[in-house]
């Protein structure tokens, strides 16, 4: 089991800067992927940033330029920077984890989630 649990969110003016943080505890040994996704009311849960388990990233056409998804291991956390946020890049952001593994079936996966964090970008 992990737990993850995000902080960093809060009210900014467009073109600030937000750091977001995702601690992750339990059984982070698994963990084999994490990322970050965010959702807008009325609209689905979209991939924002990624980085696996090698340190390779992926970004959103959206965010690409201005958010940066790093990680520090010894700390069991991911963070997101947020730079010239815009209106539009408000919405409550999510991290996520990411296991796999054998099974009876054959390989399995599974998702973890944190409760959320609100990101407001007033114009």
């Known amino acids: 089991q992990v737990q993850l649990v995000e902080s960093g969110g809060g009210v900014v003016q467009a073109g600030g800067s937000l750091n977001l943080s995702c601690a992750a505890s339990?059984?982070?040994?698994?963990?084999?992927?994490m990322g970050w996704y965010r959702q807008a009311p009325g609209k689905h849960r979209e991939l924002v940033a990624g980085i696996n388990s090698d340190g390779l990233t992926n970004y959103a056409d959206s965010v690409k330029g201005r958010f940066t998804i790093s990680r520090d291991k010894a700390k069991n956390t991911v963070y997101l920077q947020m730079n010239s946020l815009k209106p539009e890049d408000t919405a409550a952001y999510y991290c996520n984890a990411r296991e796999y593994g054998w099974s009876a079936y054959g390989f399995s996966e599974h998702d973890y989630w944190g409760q959320g964090t609100q990101v407001t970008v007033s114009s």
């Open positions: 339990g059984d982070t040994f698994s963990i084999k992927t």
